[in-house]
C-alpha cells in the first residue's frame, strides 16, 4: 500500500479499466519502440557501443568516491558550489535555503527524476516557493497534480484530449473557439505560457544527465529546450543529481550519449544537449550568477557493494518500460512509485526497502525482453528474482504461493508420490474437461480461468505411456 | 531424414517437463518420434519431475537447490539432453550454473549438464543437422517464440527452418514477434489480469494473421494462448512444434477434445 491508501491491485484494476489510458499506452508500443529498434539497427556497432558503457559505468562505480571528489574539486575550481545530500530530506533543505538565500519566490524546473524522487515540489510548496515545471510532459502533469509514469515521458498516460481539458480547466483566460487539437496547438499554448515563468524565476533547478569528473561539467538532454532557459535566465541555477550520474570525462559522455536517444526515443541525439560548467563569467554573454550542484545519495552509495550495483549504470532511457509487457498493460501509475517499469521494480525496493513495494518485483512474466534492449545491460529480471528472494527468506511471501510452493517442492522430491498425484490429476482434468476439452473452471484455479479457459489434459502422463511403450518394447 | 544418414546413433535424455507429462503426453511422444527417426536412442531418465523453475522464480532458492541437485544427478549420466521447451530448457543452460556459482562442488556438475542440454528444435538443427521432416501438415499458421526460447536460448531461425520444410503448412509471422504472450508460469495466476491484458494483444495479434494454427515450442505459452482463443470463441487450433514436425494431424488441438469445438 502506498501513501494514497491504494494497493497495487486496486491501482492495476484501476489501470485496466481505463479506456483513455489503453489509447495512450498504445501509442508507446508504436512510437518508441519501432523508433529504437530502427536507430539500434543503423548502428552496426551497437554491441560493442553498449558492451563499452557497460564497462565505462561499471569502472566509474568501482571507483566512484575518486570520481566524485574529483568532480567537486573542477567544478570548484569552475565556480560552482558543491553541496552533499545523504537522503533527499537533506537534499530538499540544502536546495531550499538556496532558494530562501535568493530571495526566490518562483523557481522554474526542468525535468528531474531525482526532483521527483525527493519529494521537490511539495517541500517548495510548502515553504511558499512556486515551483514551476518547464518540461510539457512535467508541465501537464503538475497541473494535474500528478506524479509521472514515465521516465522520458511524464505524460505518456494521457491522450490529447485530456491534455486539452486540463489545459481549458487551468488556463482560464483560453476563448472556448481556440483550437487546441493539434499537439503544436498545445505546445504553443504551453511555451506562451512558460515564456514568462522562465522571464520571472528567480532561481532555475534541473537535473543532470552526467556530472563530467574531468571538467566539473553538468550535462542535461532535453528535446524542447525548455531546460536552457531554466537554467540560463535565471540569478541561480542549482543541479539535483544523484552519485551516479559522475562520469570520468567528456569523451565517456559521448559514449553513453550515442546509445541514450537511441535507447530513448529512437533519435541519434536529442535536440538539446547541454553542458554548464560553472556560473556566468565576464565574457559569457548570459548563465547564473550562481551555481549549485546537490549531490544526492539516498542510498545509492549502500548499494555500491552488493548485487544492486548494475543497477546504478541506469541511464534513465526508458527503453526498458516501453518494451515491457506489464507497463505497456497498465502504465506507470499503477506502479506506485516514482520510477515505473522493470528498472522501477528493482529501484523502488532497493531505495525504500524489500517490503516497501512487495509486488514490484513479482509482477512480471520474467519475458526477459527489458534486459533485453537495456543499452547498459542491466540484469534486471535477474535482480527482480533477487528481491523475490529476499521477500521469501523474510517469510514475506504470499501465504497462497507458500502454500501451493511447498506441496511443489515436496513432490518434486520425491518422483513416485509425485507420479500417482499427476497421473490422477491429469485424469481428473481430463474428465473435467469432458468432450470439449478444456475446463471455464477449477477449483483453486480461479486466477486462471476468471480470463480464459484450461485447457484439459489428455488424460494418461507421458510417464505412463512411456512406461507402456517400454512395456511392449519388451513383450515384441 | 534417416538414420542411416547419421554416422552414429547419439544416446539422448529426454527430460519431458512436468508440464507435456501431464497436459500433453503427446508432445513427449513427438519429441521421442522426431529423434528416433534422426537415428537417436531415446532414454527416459526415471524419477524426472520439475526442473525447479517454479521455485526459482518464485524466489525460492533453497527448493530450486534442491531440485537442480535431483535433476543434475539424473542427467549426468547422458552424453546428451533434450527438452521439448525453451523455458525448462533455459532453467538447465542458463539458470542451473547461476544457481550453483561459487559452489566448488555443483558448479562443474551443473555448467556441464547445462552445456549438453538442449532445447527441441536446437538439437535437431544444431546437433543433429537435421534440415527438414517428413510430415505433412495442411495449415496456415502462425508461430510464437517463447520468451526463453528466444531471449535465453537465442532461437529464433530454427524452429522456422524445421517448420518451412513440413509439407502443406504456410507461416505468417506475427506482427510483435518478440512480445511476451503473458504466461509467465506462477504470474499467469498471481496477477491474472495484467497476464490477461497481455495475451489479449497475442490473440489479437494471431488473429491479425489470418491463421487457422499458432505453434510454440513451449507448452506454458500454448495453453495460456489456447485457453484465451477458447475463451474468446476463436477457431484457431493450437498446437506444440513437435506434434507439427511429427505429423501428428490426427491428435485433438490443445484444448479441443473429441468434440468439434
Given at each position: 500500500?502506498t501513501a494514497d491508501g491504494t ?76 553541496h552533499?545530500a545523504?537522503t533527499g530530506a537533506e537534499a530538499r533543505d540544502i536546495i531550499l535555503r538556496i532558494c530562501q538565500a535568493s530571495g526566490a519566490k518562483t523557481v522554474t524546473k526542468g525535468k528531474s527524476m531525482v526532483g521527483e524522487e525527493i519529494h521537490l515540489n511539495q517541500h517548495l510548496e510548502a515553504n511558499g516557493i512556486t515551483p514551476v515545471e518547464t518540461d510539457l510532459g512535467e508541465y501537464i502533469i503538475q497541473l494535474r497534480g500528478e506524479l509521472p509514469s514515465?521516465?522520458?515521458?511524464p505524460a505518456?498516460?494521457l491522450?490529447?484530449?485530456?491534455v486539452?481539458?486540463d489545459f481549458?480547466r487551468i488556463h482560464t483566460h ?16 504551453a511555451?506562451?505560457i512558460l515564456r514568462g515563468k522562465f522571464l520571472a524565476a528567480d532561481v532555475g533547478i534541473t537535473g ?18 525548455n531546460g536552457?532557459l531554466t537554467q540560463?535566465l535565471p540569478k541561480t541555477h542549482i543541479v539535483i543529481a544523484s ?45 547564473p550568477?550562481a551555481?549549485h550542484?546537490v549531490?544526492l545519495?539516498n ?33 506507470g501509475h499503477?506502479?506506485g512509485a516514482v520510477y ?12 525504500d ?124 | ?261
Amino acid at each position: 500500500m502506498t501513501a494514497d491508501g491504494t494497493t497495487f491491485g486496486n491501482r492495476v484494476t484501476g489501470a485496466l479499466a481505463d479506456p483513455q489510458l489503453k489509447q495512450a499506452l498504445s501509442n508507446v508500443r508504436t512510437n518508441f519502440v519501432a523508433k529504437r529498434a530502427a536507430a539500434k539497427s543503423a548502428l552496426p556497432e551497437w554491441g560493442d557501443l553498449s558492451n563499452q558503457a557497460r564497462v565505462l559505468k561499471d569502472h566509474t562505480l568501482a571507483h566512484l568516491d575518486v570520481y566524485l571528489e574529483a568532480y567537486e574539486r573542477t567544478a570548484t575550481a569552475a565556480g560552482a558550489t558543491v553541496h552533499w545530500a545523504a537522503t533527499g530530506a537533506e537534499a530538499r533543505d540544502i536546495i531550499l535555503r538556496i532558494c530562501q538565500a535568493s530571495g526566490a519566490k518562483t523557481v522554474t524546473k526542468g525535468k528531474s527524476m531525482v526532483g521527483e524522487e525527493i519529494h521537490l515540489n511539495q517541500h517548495l510548496e510548502a515553504n511558499g516557493i512556486t515551483p514551476v515545471e518547464t518540461d510539457l510532459g512535467e508541465y501537464i502533469i503538475q497541473l494535474r497534480g500528478e506524479l509521472p509514469s514515465h521516465i522520458i515521458a511524464p505524460a505518456v498516460h494521457l491522450t490529447k484530449a485530456q491534455v486539452e481539458a486540463d489545459f481549458r480547466r487551468i488556463h482560464t483566460h483560453l476563448p472556448p473557439d481556440r483550437s487546441l487539437v493539434d499537439p503544436a496547438e498545445l505546445v504553443a499554448e504551453a511555451r506562451g505560457i512558460l515564456r514568462g515563468k522562465f522571464l520571472a524565476a528567480d532561481v532555475g533547478i534541473t537535473g543532470a544527465n552526467f556530472l563530467v569528473a574531468e571538467t566539473g561539467t553538468s550535462v542535461i538532454v532535453t528535446n524542447e529546450g525548455n531546460g536552457d532557459l531554466t537554467q540560463v535566465l535565471p540569478k541561480t541555477h542549482i543541479v539535483i543529481a544523484s552519485i551516479e550520474k559522475v562520469i570520468p570525462t567528456l569523451e565517456d559522455v559521448a559514449t553513453i550519449l550515442r546509445l541514450l536517444a537511441r535507447s530513448a526515443t529512437g533519435q541519434d541525439i536529442s535536440t538539446y544537449t547541454t553542458f554548464s560548467t560553472g556560473p556566468r563569467r565576464a565574457a559569457d554573454p548570459d548563465g547564473p550568477e550562481a551555481y549549485h550542484v546537490v549531490i544526492l545519495d539516498n542510498g545509492r552509495s549502500e548499494m555500491l557493494g552488493t548485487e544492486l550495483r548494475p543497477v546504478l549504470r541506469c541511464i534513465r532511457c526508458g527503453a526498458c518500460m516501453n518494451h515491457c509487457p506489464v507497463y505497456q498493460a497498465i502504465g506507470g501509475h499503477a506502479y506506485g512509485a516514482v520510477y515505473a517499469g522493470p528498472i522501477g521494480a528493482v529501484l523502488t525496493p532497493a531505495l525504500d526497502g524489500v517490503l516497501a513495494a512487495k509486488d514490484l518485483p513479482n509482477a512480471t512474466p520474467f519475458c526477459g525482453r527489458c534486459e533485453e534492449v537495456c543499452p547498459m545491460q542491466i540484469p534486471l529480471p535477474g535482480l527482480m528474482r533477487h528481491f523475490r528472494e529476499q521477500q521469501v527468506a523474510m517469510s514475506k511471501a504470499p501465504a497462497a504461493q507458500r502454500v501451493g510452493l511447498g506441496i511443489w517442492r515436496w513432490l518434486a522430491l520425491r518422483p513416485n508420490i509425485y507420479r500417482l498425484a499427476m497421473r490422477s490429476s491429469t485424469r481428473i482434468l481430463e474428465i473435467m474437461g469432458g468432450r470439449k476439452g478444456r475446463l471455464r473452471w477449477m477449483p483453486l484455479g480461479g486466477g486462471w480461468t476468471r480470463h480464459r479457459d484450461l485447457p484439459a489434459p489428455e488424460g494418461r502422463t507421458f510417464h505412463d505411456l512411456w512406461a507402456e511403450r517400454q512395456r511392449q518394447r519388451v513383450r515384441t | 531424414m534417416s538414420a542411416a544418414a547419421l554416422p552414429n546413433a547419439k544416446r539422448v535424455a529426454l527430460f519431458v517437463t512436468c508440464l507435456v507429462d501431464v497436459f500433453r503426453p503427446s508432445v513427449g511422444m513427438a519429441a521421442v518420434q522426431l529423434l528416433e527417426e534422426a537415428g537417436c536412442e531415446v532414454v527416459v531418465p526415471p524419477g524426472q519431475t520439475c526442473c525447479g523453475q517454479p521455485g526459482y522464480n518464485s524466489g525460492d532458492r533453497p527448493a530450486a537447490i534442491a531440485i537442480a541437485r535431483r535433476v543434475i544427478e539424473m542427467l549426468e549420466p547422458f552424453e546428451w539432453v533434450v527438452i521439448p521447451s525453451g523455458s525448462c530448457g533455459g532453467m538447465i543452460r542458463k539458470h542451473y550454473p547461476e544457481l550453483f556459482a561459487g559452489d566448488a562442488t555443483w558448479a562443474p556438475r551443473a555448467k556441464a549438464v547445462a552445456g549438453k542440454t538442449y532445447e527441441l528444435t536446437a538439437f535437431l538443427s544444431h546437433v543433429l543437422g537435421v534440415k527438414s521432416v517428413a510430415a505433412h501438415f495442411p495449415a496456415h499458421a502462425t508461430y510464437h517464440d517463447s520468451c526463453s526460447a528466444l531471449r535465453e536460448l537465442g532461437l529464433r531461425s530454427e524452429p522456422r527452418q524445421l517448420l518451412r520444410s513440413v509439407q502443406g503448412l504456410t507461416i505468417t509471422e506475427l506482427t510483435e514477434r518478440d512480445a511476451c504472450c503473458g504466461f509467465g508460469g506462477t504470474f499467469a495466476v498471481k496477477y491474472p489480469d495484467i497476464s490477461n491484458a497481455i495475451v489479449e494483444k497475442k490473440t489479437a495479434d494471431v488473429m491479425g494473421t489470418g491463421a487457422d494454427l499458432l505453434i510454440s515450442a513451449d507448452m506454458g505459452c500454448l495453453l495460456n494462448m489456447a485457453g484465451k482463443l477458447k475463451r474468446e470463441g476463436s477457431s484457431v487450433h493450437v498446437r506444440h512444434i513437435a506434434e507439427v514436425l511429427a505429423g501428428m494431424v490426427d491428435l485433438p488441438a490443445i484444448g479441443e477434445g473429441s468434440a468439434p469445438s
